[in-house]
């Protein structure tokens, strides 16, 4: 397999360059958002404890990376793996001044608030970095490539990575063999027993079926801008019968979790497009927590004239 892992300080912007290496580089990425889907999938309702969360973690990455080239984008990624050859760890560091203002630009805020909020996501991060891994910071030594963010734009370090992965080889080491990954299995068995916790052997990486071509070119536009993204992850009962029983649902076609947001794309003739306003509107009513935004089929054909999107455009 090949396996890189991203990671960084608070407002560093190493997600957004994990984004771009996992799409220059064609690899998988795991995402916070994907892992606690998976972790649901292979543990069920078990609270897992911190210090067997990288346990859990290696154990679902494992599978996967039998299958798949791997991008991991979670904070303390660089401790989950010993040195292997197929392995690439790579570290984000900025000056307090420019992670100030990059949170100054994302959360609109003035300079004494946006350092005041990233004092704070500092020390979530230091906390969650100690109950993990027993530290409260990223060390040197755990990193292959270490990026300084301060004149070097998302972009580039994603290219720097993609070039570091390439010089390495990383995809010509191949796959995770069946055996590899059972002595990962057993030696994640070991650590999670101790608590308690078997893997269920649930959790794959599934892709999207997409049920209408549309869906796939919104899903190019979204990889485009590397916005994280989940196809039709929930139903909504809108109405039920006198025993409680649900006589119809609404799902959107997307949800994007960096945004709290779901979206519907409406392509279809006027008739359809009426009957998919009123489940809207309904949902709008009975989960007014919910946000949801919908894309008309002019709103769609602007945007796929605008970009030149196509369905076999997504990686």
Known sequence: MALLTISGEPASRWEEVAHGAAQLLKFELVTEARLTQWTTEEFGDAQIPDRAWGAAVVSILARM??????????????????????????????????RVGNVMLEERLERAEAKALLAERDREWRALLRRRFARAKMSADCFD???????????????????????????????????????MQFQTRLQLAKHGIVPAGRANLKRAAFGHPSEELFANLLDFYRIQWQY???????QWDKDGNVTEAFTPDFYLPEFDLYVELTTMKQANVTKKNRKVKLLRAIYPHINIQVFY???????????????????
């Open 65 to 98: 990376a039998v299958e798949h080239h791997v991008v991991v984008a979670l904070p303390g990624s660089e401790a989950l793996f010993g040195a292997m050859p197929m392995l690439l760890r790579a570290g984000i560091v900025a000056p307090e001044a420019r």
């Open 232 to 238: 039709e992850p929930r139903s909504f009962p809108l």
């Open 145 to 183: 490539v270490t990026l300084n963010a301060e004149h070097t734009d998302v972009s580039q370090m994603a290219e720097v990575i993609r070039a570091a992965a390439c010089a390495r080889g990383l995809a010509e080491q191949g796959l995770l063999s069946a055996g590899a990954e059972a002595q």
């Open 297 to 315: 089929q002019k709103d769609f054909q602007d945007l796929v004239f605008k970009y030149g999107l196509n369905a076999t455009a997504r990686n």
